[in-house]
């Protein structure tokens, strides 16, 4: 257990320091496993779980005293086991929150009462006891590196003693032992399922690399070379006693901005090595996925110099003139409106009235998208890039707006910010702050404000100022920069000027209205890649996480001292939820230690800090670690508590992060048992307000996976109200009602209601749709209506089946998949199936086709289909001209099971025409399909009994099957409880078995 907690653990320094777990699949594995071998130690080991610990193991626990019954003496705040040690000190002790335990019997009974706080309480043993072999067995049996002698020493006193305690010590060391091989393992597991480096790809990185490097200012980099041309036949250039640790070649990079590098590049990923003059192979860093990831942490030339090539990297269609039509802020002027620019360019500048109009047009062009950006003929409205979502890819960019200077005058704003310029440049102190407070005057939400401040040079002025010791004048500058950097141009200058790096470097100033509005600047200006990027490379992410330490969380009347800490956690909250919209920086949030931190402020009852907290927490939702923190934490209880919030936007993020959350049953299970299903059916009123709408039915959707959930949506009258929303609404609404709506027709009552509300004509004209999650939806929903045949009528009647059939030629192998389920019942619920299967003017060529594809769950579902429609004689006439028997037997040498199910009842009902037997015979179908019979699904046994009783019936077929080891497998499942498995083996055996008799009756008369 010592060396996995040391070796395959995860830890983090979070908030002040301390070492705690990091909340991951992998820890999350291990704790369980850890908690599964102590609460069973006391049954499997009875005498060894009586051994009374060296030291106690001492945590701060999370229970109370009601929760000790039987066997524990309580006095007030004090519980003690009635059990004692020699030295007739209790087992147990708990003093307020102060844990200590002393035997492994009162450790797997202490679990065992902990109930859902187990993994809580193991977690905070492990933390605050890291070496817990050391405090059970004493310092002799500790972990150590390298060669572990514990166990010979112990062996030696046992053999020269003959000491009870020295035995029973051995024999736990050797249990701990075998635990800690068993998590070594588990954790290996895990670590293998990552993606591994392999010599074509490193080769393919370095030369691309290569051909952006050399001495020129532009380039990447200065060199790149292997420190040996040999490569060896498996493309590894390393030698071959360090091939056997995963080792594929060295680097020698040259950064124009660092010393040089020395890398190692092994199957694991890239990291630093020790090497110079020769190779040292000792790992010097953290280990990266790629040589671009390494060197992005370690060189901001390279990042800078990358982002100039980036449009290289990709080869672009040729550039047109094709000028795009901006939405721009109207400057308001004693009450009179004036458009700055035109509205649309021109392939010509015109001429312009003034020489500080020229100076704009000058310093437009730097600011111009570049050409990448340029073809990609993307409109933007007013950017309202905060919308961002997680779900958005890291190629996703807010394009800064181009705009040709108009024929009208200046407003007067202009010239009074350009007056005040000469003031802030070349003031004294005093003079700087009085200038900037007079800049505060103006309406720096208006567009021409934010413009002038940029053409007549005061942003870099601004900026500049930042970097000075005047706390007035930084107050001033972040005070002016906050307004403006709302304007995307404003953004990109800040971050082209360097001021990010600079505002990050504030958040460790002692003065606190300082650390506030760097943090909401950082907010303002981190919505675009590149920003986000800089934060994270200058240590940003880590001084954020810092800000939402505050001793003032939960507290209902707050001193001022604690409003201003408060204060800054909230802006602290707002700039990591613009940052969280990278993966890295929420990776980085994380190992910095902020789920802990967020998770207490969830607590707080202010909606201004709420929201941003809440919105930091859906954006990382999307990964798998934060969700599993978000259910460990405790956080559901809160966030379901704030969808009876009277704040929409924070309404919104609350669904938005149960809509995420909710993909595992366990968070759903949460949901449900918080009370939250009830407010998320009643928020289903609130219709006008589109992106709170989509988030909750969003989270309703996932929610109503759980059986139990959906009985609950049934009672509080929520499948009505998503049928009335069937109309009228956006695609990203509408995919997830027609979910949730899919989820809840699993149920017979349901699908009944559906009818009766007078969903059924819309979601079958949703077939007609074009967006792809959305028609797999709604063809989920569609096949679960199907199995009523009320339903069926009403679906029939609207040409439905029809439409369903139309989506097999969609491309999307999930639509195809979809619409296939679907289909099945349709066929099993429709009166005169065959006739209406035939109507459809070469669908079943299109089905039978489908069999080529090389996607398991549209080949599961078409084997499906084909097993309801040949049980249509004529129809199976037709599809066995189309080919479809050496098709089905292409696909036999199958590991899914699920397929395999599907393709077996689909070879039993194509048995039944012509001399179909006989082909599946001859196309090599039979042999495969023995083997399901040593599938773990009884429901695989069952189809594949059904199809070999069929292909019995031909004689080479009963040969083959026998040959194959069928006998055996079959007399097992004679015996089964179900009927049909029962009948299917013994006729198949019956069969063979005439076969013989027959053969023999042949050959001796």
Not at 171 to 186: A, F, G, R, T
Not at 211 to 230: A, I, M, R
Not at 978 to 989: R, V
Request: aromatic share 4%; net charge neutral; charged share 25%.
């Amino acid at each position: 257990m010592g060396a996995a907690l040391a070796r395959a653990a995860q830890w983090t320094a979070a908030g002040s320091g301390t070492g705690t777990l990091e909340i991951t699949p992998l820890n999350e594995s291990l704790l369980n496993q850890i908690i599964k071998f102590a609460e069973d130690f006391s049954t499997r080991h009875p005498q060894e779980a009586a051994f009374v610990f060296r030291e106690p193991l001492e945590w701060k626990t999370q229970l109370g005293c009601s929760v000790f019954e039987e066997g524990y003496e309580i006095h007030g705040a004090t519980v003690q086991s009635e059990a004692k040690g020699k030295d007739g000190q209790p087992l147990l002790l708990l003093t307020a929150s102060t844990l200590r335990v002393r035997s492994f019997d009162q450790l797997s009974h202490l679990l065992q009462i902990a109930m859902e706080k187990k993994l809580k309480e193991a977690q905070a043993c492990l933390e605050a006891n890291r070496d817990p072999i050391m405090k059970i067995l004493g310092p002799e049996c500790g972990t150590v590196e390298g060669e572990d002698m514990s166990m010979l020493h112990l062996l030696e006193k046992v053999k020269k003693d003959d000491d009870p305690e020295t035995e029973m010590k051995m024999k736990i060391c050797l249990l701990l032992h075998q635990l800690d091989l068993q998590l070594l393992n588990s954790s290996l597991k895990h670590i293998s399922q990552d993606v591994r480096l392999n010599p074509a790809a490193i080769n393919n990185e370095v030369n691309l690399l290569k051909n952006f490097s050399g001495k020129g200012e532009d380039t990447v980099l200065e060199s790149l070379e292997y420190t040996s041309d040999y490569m060896f036949c498996n493309g590894c250039r390393a030698p071959p006693w360090r091939q056997v640790h995963g080792e594929i070649c060295y680097l020698v990079i040259k950064p124009h901005d660092t010393d040089p590098l020395y890398i190692t590049c092994s199957t694991a990923g890239v990291f630093l090595n020790g090497g110079k003059d020769d190779i040292d192979y000792e790992r010097k860093s953290d280990v990266y996925k790629d040589i671009v990831t390494f060197l992005r942490e370690r060189s901001p030339r390279f990042v800078k110099n990358m982002a100039k090539q980036e449009y290289n990297f990709f080869k672009e269609p040729t550039y047109e003139k094709n000028y795009q039509r901006m939405e721009v802020v109207d400057a308001k002027v004693s009450g009179q409106s004036q458009n700055l620019y035109d509205l649309t360019e021109k392939n010509v500048c015109e001429k312009v009235k003034s020489s500080a109009a020229r100076r704009r047009s000058i310093d437009k062009k730097k600011l111009e998208p570049s050409m990448k950006w340029k073809n990609t003929g993307k409109t933007s409205g007013r950017f309202e890039d905060i919308s961002e979502s997680s779900s958005e890819t890291e190629e996703d960019e807010e394009q800064p707006v181009r705009r040709q200077e108009g024929n009208t005058d200046l407003p007067s704003e202009y010239w009074g910010i350009q007056k005040l310029a000469k003031y802030l440049k070349g003031g004294n102190p005093t003079a700087t702050v009085i200038a900037l407070c007079s800049m505060r005057d103006f309406n720096l939400a208006q567009e021409t404000c934010q413009l002038a401040i940029r053409d007549i040079g005061c942003l870099e002025v601004l900026i500049n100022l930042l970097d000075t010791e005047e706390i007035k004048c930084q107050i001033g500058s972040l005070k002016i920069l906050k307004e403006i950097s709302q304007n995307t141009l404003i953004r990109h200058a800040i971050a082209d000027l360097g001021g990010l790096q600079i505002m990050v470097k504030i958040l460790d100033s002692p003065d606190k209205d300082l650390k506030c509005l760097a943090a909401e600047t950082i907010a303002n200006v981190a919505r675009f890649k590149q920003a986000r990027r800089t934060v994270r490379q200058h240590g940003g992410i880590k001084r954020l996480v810092g800000l939402l330490e505050c001793i003032s969380v939960g507290s209902t009347s707050l001193t001022p001292y604690q409003s201003k800490d408060t204060e800054i956690a909230r802006c602290g909250a707002l700039a990591l939820w613009s940052c969280s919209k990278s993966t890295k920086n929420k990776e980085a949030i994380r190992k910095a230690g902020g789920i802990p931190l967020l998770a207490r402020w969830l607590n707080c009852s202010h909606a201004n800090i709420l929201t941003p907290v809440v919105g930091t927490l859906q954006e990382c939702a999307s990964e798998p670690s934060y969700r599993l923190a978000i259910r460990t934490e405790g956080m559901i209880e809160n966030l379901v508590k704030n969808l009876s919030s009277e704040h929409e936007e924070l309404q919104m993020h609350c669904a938005s992060a149960i809509f995420k959350c909710a993909e595992d049953k366990e968070t759903r299970d949460l949901v449900r048992q918080h009370g939250g299903l009830q407010p998320l059916s009643v928020l289903l009123g609130n219709s006008e307000n589109k992106q709170l709408l989509a988030a909750v039915t969003g989270a309703i959707w996932k929610c109503a996976i759980s059986g139990e959930n959906v009985s609950k949506f049934r009672e509080y009258k929520a499948i009505e109200a998503l049928v009335g929303l069937l109309s009228d609404q956006p695609e990203e609404v509408l995919v997830n009602i027609v979910g949730a709506l899919g989820e809840c027709c699993q149920e017979q009552i349901n699908r009944t209601i559906i009818r009766k509300c007078g969903g059924i004509p819309p979601l079958v004209k949703l077939l007609t749709g074009t967006d792809q999650a959305l028609l797999v939806n709604v063809t989920k929903a569609v096949g679960a209506c199907a199995t009523e045949p009320e339903n069926m009528m009403i679906i029939d009647r609207l040409d439905g089946v029809r439409l369903l059939w139309s989506l097999l030629k969609n491309p999307n192998p999930d639509v195809q998949a979809s619409a296939a389920w679907a289909i099945c019942p349709c066929i099993e619920n429709t009166k005169d199936a065959g006739e209406m299967v035939r109507s459809f003017v070469g669908g079943l060529e299109l089905i039978v086709n489908l069999l080529k594809s090389k996607n398991k769950e549209v080949l599961a579902s078409v084997c499906a289909a084909i097993t309801n429609i040949a049980k249509d004689e004529e129809n199976l006439a037709v599809i066995t001209d189309h080919g479809v028997v050496p098709l089905l037997s292409k696909l036999a040498n199958t590991n899914n099971d699920k397929l395999r199910r599907h393709l077996a009842e689909a070879i039993s009902n194509c048995c039944m025409w012509g001399s179909n037997r006989v082909t599946f015979g001859e196309t090599k179908a039979v042999a495969p399909l023995v083997r399901y019979l040593k599938s773990n699904d009884p429901s695989v046994h069952r189809a594949t009994a059904q199809a070999l009783y069929q292909l019995s019936e031909d004689p080479n077929n009963c040969i083959t099957m026998h040959e194959n080891g069928v006998v055996k497998l079959l007399l097992a499942m004679v015996g089964s409880t179900d009927e049909t498995l029962q009948e299917a083996a013994a006729g198949c055996i019956a069969n063979i078995r005439r076969l013989a008799l027959a053969t023999e009756k042949a050959k001796y008369g």
